[in-house]
Each structure stands twice: as C-alpha cells, then as structure tokens.
C-alpha cells in the first residue's frame, strides 16, 4: 500500500504548484483525483480483503458482479444492502467518492487469481494421519452434542447437550459460515470458511483431522448421506469441488458453465439424501444442477444434469422427499422445481425476501406446511406444500433470519435479526393456531438470533449476537431461562442428532 493516499498527494502538489504560480497569473486549475483504491482501503478491504478476493465480505471483482448493475452497486455503497452485514457509507463519502470505489470494484484485477488443483493440494493440512479409536473419549452422549461456531475470535466449542457444559473449545479458521456438516454417524464435522477452507474434526476423538483449501471465496459445503463425498460451491473460483471425506484429498473440480461458457457463482449446495445426490442452484445462470453419487462402477462422475429454469434462484429450500426445491431470487417470484420432471411446476406469491435457507416444515391440518421468516418484511410466511398456496402470514416485530422449531415441541422460535428494532427479541410462534403466543428478550438491548433444539426438544438454545455474548438456554415448554453460557458472538449451534436425523425443524 502507498504511504501517502494518491489523493493526498495531488492535494498537496495542487499546493505547492498553487503557492510556486502565485507570482505568475493566470492559475491553471487542476482537480484533484480521488483514490478509489485508497478509499477501499480505508472503508472496504477489511471486509472485503486488501485484493478484492473476500474475506467475510463477498469478492469485489466484475464477474461476481454482473448481477449487480451499476447504479445498484452505488445504492449499495452508498446505503448498505439487506439481508447482509454491508452497512451504508452515504455519512462517510460524497457521490464522487462511492462513483470512484464502483469504478474500482468493476475494474478486472490486473491478473485472476487461480485456484486449480495445484493449489488445493498444495494447501492441504494432514494433521492426523494415525487411527484414532472408534469410542468417544468423553461420557456425554455423543448424539446430544451442540458444535456452536463462535464467531467473535474464530472459535468452536463442543457441548455437552444434555449438562450444558462445554467438553472443549478449539480454533477454527477465519469466519465460518454456513452450518457445519456431520458424517453420518455423527462422528465427525466439517466446517466450510468463507475464505475457502475445509476443515474435518473428529469429535470423538476432539482432534483435527485434515483441512484443505478449496477456493478463494466459499459458500457452503455438503456431505453425502453414504458420508464418502464433500461437496463445496463457490463464489471464486466459479467452480464446485468434490472431497473425498476420508482425507480431504479432491476427488473433482467441477467448473460451473453454461453452454455459451458464461460462467456462474454458485448460490449453494445440499445433500438430498433420498435422491443419493446433490444439489445445487446457479447465482449467475437460471440453473439448478443435480450430481448422483451413486456408484456405477467405482467413483460417481459428479456429471451435472442440468435444469433450465427462467429465473436465477438465490435461496432455496426441499420439500421432505427432495422431490420439489422452492427457490427465489433476490427481488423475484418464488418458484417450485419438480426435481423428477425436471421443470418449474408452479410459483409462489412469497413477498418480500423470505430467507427460504432458513425454512422450517411441520405438519398442520394434516398436511405439511413451510414456513420461511422474511429478510426484507415483519412476517412469517406459512405454504401448504400440497398445493404451494400461502395458508397464512404470520406478523412479526420485524424481518427475522433464522427460524427454529422440533418435532416434540409445538412451538416454532424466529428471531428479529434482519429489523433495526427490537432485535434483542425471540417470538414464540404456535404452530397450529398459526400466531405469536409469546415473545422472549434473553438478553435485554442485546441481539438474539438462531435458535436450535436438544435432541429430545425440551430445550432450545439461543444466541447473543455479541462479542462477549452468550447462550441462553431456555427450558423449551415452559419458557424459562435455565442457563447461560458466556460465549464470543456464538453465530450457530448445531445439535448432532438433530442434523444427522434430518429433524424437519432445523436446518440440512
Ligand atoms: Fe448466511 C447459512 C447464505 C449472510 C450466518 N447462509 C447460510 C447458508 C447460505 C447462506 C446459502 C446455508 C449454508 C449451509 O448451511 O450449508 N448468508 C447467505 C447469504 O447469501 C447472505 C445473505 C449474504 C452473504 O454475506 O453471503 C448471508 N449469514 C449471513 C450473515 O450476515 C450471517 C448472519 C453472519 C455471517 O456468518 O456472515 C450469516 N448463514 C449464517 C449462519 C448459517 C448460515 C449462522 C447457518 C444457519 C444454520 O443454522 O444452518
């Protein structure tokens, strides 16, 4: 980085240039530049990163852009972007100033970064190579686990579902994100960072494993139900990854392309255990793509099938079977894609932005029914999947992120994260009278988000959304507080039994 900003420096050259001409009228008028890559610097790169890769913030390069025209990437500069930790810097900088930093954002670096299969095999990390045994080395049941990712110093800490108490705490990369994934006994867990590492830990054992870095900028990970494959999308490169989950070695490196060769980010990927495949939707192609793992001769080719659709699909969300995937688009409609016939069968009315990631099913009058929290709007919106019509919406104190319910409990919790009031609130939703019965403030003035149950649902667990946070622990029937953890900006917990059972109200 220059010492001086270059703006700084024409200021001070106009100066001098000023004060040397001062004798000799007329005076040339020269403007000052501004620096649109000292002004990132300065505002951007700690989010974002010093090159524009990602960090927590998404890469600021053109092709992960070009779902963002121009004028948008200025709103966003200037007044923040919903449904994500961008804030507004229209108090900090002038129009000129946000014009200079769109420019630089929309500029190609001067070379693209690659991350191929060179680079991923060079990064990988065998930690533990030895046989480790096959029995926990601690007495709590190890299916009543919470993995609760610690966001406030890139921490994780295993606990103790049944007690409350923490039985280790360890390190993690920088800023996980995405729920961490279990192989399917639950022995194991890996995490995905937004950065681009993977990371296997072994919980019975409290050891890490291995760890290989699989991109530059990573959404989420899945794990095969048969527990052999890790699944990775990214952001950059425009490319999936197949791990094989024994070593973490790369198995494929699958580079996400239309037919035109427009390549794509892709949004996210889900095991879909009942199809033996994964699956996963396009941000920068309207395409949902489906890869089989189900051996034929040996190791599956992860060949894509491809489904063409008419609208790009941002968040989505199965239907028990994995037979239908209901997705939206920032700003677009709901759609509902019959994965067998390959098609979009219907749409939904779903207003605002319902955070589809976040939904949750459950039965009500018979039949099942979806219910999605909304990022942009106070409402939970209720779909009965059997004819995907809205049965309800469900007022909120304002637009929740994360909602939560179990299978023993009548209850469904979603929080007011994404409102710019009463955030430090949970609302306690009935899910057969379809209303708020109840709310919490677990930590008065103090955000609270994500929810998750024990395994037997008597308990749920939520989050204080700080850096000197905590977990506060709520005896799930009669709503009272019974414990609190103190814990840095716990951002999700995650009940090992819950996951690997596919509870319908946690998330996959
Ligand atoms: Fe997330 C899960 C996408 C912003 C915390 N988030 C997910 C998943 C996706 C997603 C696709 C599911 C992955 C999985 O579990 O396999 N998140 C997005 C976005 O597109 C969005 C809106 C913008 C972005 O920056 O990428 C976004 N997410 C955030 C945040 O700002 C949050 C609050 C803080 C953070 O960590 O960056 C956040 N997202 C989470 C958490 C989960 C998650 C805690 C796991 C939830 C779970 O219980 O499974």
Redo the contacts with the bound molecule.
């Keep these: 980085m220059m010492p001086w900003p270059l703006n700084t420096l024409l200021l001070g050259l106009l100066a001098a240039s000023t004060f040397a001409a001062a004798a000799d009228a007329p005076v040339a008028v020269v403007e000052a530049k501004i620096d649109g890559n000292a002004l990132y610097q300065t505002n951007c790169a700690s989010c974002h990163g010093a090159d524009r890769l990602g960090l927590?913030?998404?890469a600021l390069l053109p092709g992960n852009l070009e779902r963002l025209r121009r004028p948008e990437a200025i709103k966003t500069i200037a007044e923040g972007?919903i449904?994500?930790?961008?804030p507004g810097f229209s108090d900090k900088l002038n129009a000129a100033e946000v014009k200079a930093l769109t420019d630089l954002i929309y500029t190609p670096l001067a070379s693209t970064p690659v991350w191929g299969l060179k680079e991923m095999q060079a990064s990988r990390i065998a930690h533990q190579t030895n046989k480790l045994p096959d029995t926990p080395v601690f007495t709590a049941d190890p299916l009543n686990l919470f993995i609760v990712?610690e966001?406030g110093d890139h921490h994780a800490t295993i606990l103790d579902g049944d007690k409350f108490e923490p039985i280790t705490r360890f390190a993690t990369r920088y800023?996980?994100?995405?729920?961490?994934?279990f192989s399917p006994d639950g022995r194991y867990v890996y995490f995905?960072s937004?950065d681009g590492w993977v990371a296997k830990y072994d919980i019975w054992n409290l050891t890490l494993i291995s760890e290989i870095r699989v991109g530059i900028n990573t959404?989420?990970?899945?794990i095969s139900s048969d527990g052999r494959y890790a699944m990775i999308?990214n952001y950059l490169p425009h490319s999936m990854v197949v791990l094989d989950t024994q070593d973490l070695r790369p198995v494929k490196i699958i580079d996400v392309k239309d037919d035109s060769g427009k390549s794509s980010r892709v949004?996210?990927?889900?095991d879909a255990a009942p199809r033996n495949s994964f699956i996963a939707a396009l941000k920068d192609i309207p395409e949902v793509w489906e890869f089989s793992y189900t051996d034929k001769n040996g190791t599956p080719s992860f060949q894509p099938r491809r489904i063409q659709l008419d609208d790009y699909v941002?968040?989505f969300f199965f239907d028990g079977s994995y037979t239908h995937l209901i997705g939206s688009s920032r700003g677009g409609v709901g759609q509902v894609i019959d994965l067998n016939a390959g098609k979009r069968i219907t749409t939904v009315a779903l207003p605002g932005m319902p955070?589809l990631?976040?939904g949750i099913t459950w039965a009500y009058q018979g039949k099942p029914v979806l219910a999605t929290p909304n990022?942009k709007e106070g409402v939970v919106t209720v779909v009965d999947m059997t004819n995907w019509q809205i049965e309800k919406q469900i007022p909120t104190l304002g637009p929740g992120?994360?909602m939560?319910s179990h299978e023993n409990t009548p209850y469904a919790w979603v929080d007011v994260?994404n409102g710019t009031k009463d955030r430090d609130v949970i609302q306690i939703i009935d899910k057969q009278k379809l209303e708020v019965i109840a709310q919490l403030r677990p930590s008065p003035g103090k955000v609270a988000?994500?929810t998750?149950f024990s395994r037997d649902g008597k308990y749920a667990l939520v989050s204080i959304?700080e850096n000197d946070g905590e977990l506060v622990i709520y005896d799930a029937k009669t709503l009272q507080v019974v414990k609190r953890l103190p814990m840095k900006k716990p951002?999700?917990?995650?009940n090992v039994f819950n996951k690997i059972t596919r509870s319908a109200g946690?998330?996959?």
């Excluded at 949004?267 to 889900?270: H, I, K, L, T």
């Design positions: 927590n913030g998404p972007r449904a994500t930790q961008m990712v966001l800023a996980l994100h995405g729920g961490p994934k995905a937004r959404r989420n990970l899945a999308a949004s996210a990927v889900y941002d968040d955070h990631g976040s990022l992120f994360f939560r994260f988000a994500h998750e959304w951002s999700g917990k995650y946690t998330s996959h």
